[in-house]
């Protein structure tokens, strides 16, 4: 077999069988060197593998320089990759290496990247129940740096819950939603701060809601989202509504001060007894208030950082049964009993 065939069988072995690249180069350079050293030391025996000392030499030359240009194309390549990074991703984003580390993903993102992530970290949000919109609300908050998150509920976890309400564990039944809730985001993110509030919020928790900068509202009674929705609009705090029955779901952002409607625009009235039925009595396919609530989460992220487009006057509505998603325009009623231009006229009492 002449020399040049010894390597070519080689070096296509090498490849079939999926050595190191590295290794494959060696072997072949050995068997290289071996026959030049052959030529130079028994011409006769170099003979065997055909071609002259000089060809050989030659042919070794070439190799070397395919390989050097290569790993200098390769190199030229990684270097101009670095160079392209914005320069928002280095030192002066104001975050910790654990965190640069821990939201690479978003800092990569043109719509949020290092000054996103800050605003996220400055964040004051209140979730409004934990329960089956409340884990994923929760969840992903946390998992997305949101700095501090104050979670409220009043229940405690039971096993009927952890169809959906996939924050909770089992051995966690019997624990207040919002200690269980606030410890399993603790555990997620090291660097969130976390408040558990345990029990309902009532009309005295003006306070607490004009403390945050938004509020997620995941409850399913009218009264508590009415209440939610009151003490929002007094406070002038942005609220994150979702809800959710057996297959379907909506979200939207209430924000009459800043022209979107607020809870009562839509919804003046509480539903008629039987219509709108809880969970507990019509039943919710447990991944329903996961979609929900990741979009919830999305949008306040999206609110958070100024990024996209929000869900101020417009409704997006879901049929998990068929599906399809929709959205429809929503607004503000001047004779809203809530928000409307009548309150607004009559000075507040002090
Ligand atoms: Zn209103």
Same mark, same amino acid.
């Given at each position: 077999m002449s020399g040049l065939a010894l390597l070519l069988v080689v070096g296509a072995a090498g490849l079939f069988f999926g050595l190191p690249r590295r290794l494959i180069a060696a072997v072949l350079a050995l068997i290289w060197l071996a026959i030049v050293l052959l030529h130079l030391t028994s011409p006769q025996a170099g003979a065997m593998f055909g071609g002259s000392l000089r060809g050989w030499l030659f042919g070794g030359v070439l190799a070397v320089l395919v390989v050097a240009y290569r790993v200098g194309l390769g190199w030229l390549r990684r270097n101009a990759i670095a160079g %392209? /990074? &914005? *320069? %928002? %991703?280095?030192?002066? !984003?104001? =975050?910790t290496d654990p965190e640069l580390d821990r939201y690479a993903r978003h800092l990569v993102l043109r719509e949020i990247g290092g000054p996103g992530q800050m605003k996220l970290r400055q964040a004051k949000v209140l979730v409004v129940g934990a329960g089956g919109l409340g884990a994923p609300v929760c969840l992903y908050l946390a998992a997305a740096g949101v700095g501090r998150i104050t979670v409220s509920d009043g229940d405690t976890v039971s096993v009927s819950n952890l169809q959906r309400q #996939?924050?909770?564990? !089992?051995?966690?039944?019997? /624990?207040m939603k919002a200690d269980a809730a606030a410890a399993n985001m603790a555990d997620l993110n090291p660097h969130v701060e976390i408040t558990p509030v345990t029990r309902a919020l009532t009309d005295t928790d003006l306070p607490l809601i004009a403390g945050h900068d938004l509020v997620l509202d995941g409850t399913d009674s009218f009264a508590t989202r009415d209440l939610v929705n009151r003490l929002c609009v007094e406070a002038e705090v942005p609220l994150l509504s979702g809800s959710i029955a057996q297959w379907e779901g909506q979200v939207t952002l209430y924000d009459p001060a800043r022209g979107a409607p607020c809870l009562a625009c839509i919804f003046p009235e509480p539903p008629a &007894?039987? =219509?709108? &039925?809880a969970c507990a009595e019509a039943g919710v396919v447990g991944p329903l208030p996961g979609v929900i609530g990741s979009m919830m989460a999305l949008e306040a992220i999206k609110h958070l950082t100024g990024a996209g487009q929000g869900l101020a006057g417009r409704l997006l509505l879901f049929d998990g049964l068929y599906g399809e998603t929709r959205m429809i325009g929503i607004s503000r009623r001047a004779? $809203? *009993? #809530? $928000?409307g231009s009548a309150l607004e006229a009559t000075p507040k009492a002090t």
């Open positions: %392209q /990074e &914005p *320069p %928002q %991703q280095a030192a002066d !984003t104001g =975050l #996939v924050i909770f564990q !089992t051995r966690q039944r019997g /624990e &007894p039987g =219509l709108a &039925p004779n $809203c *009993p #809530v $928000c």
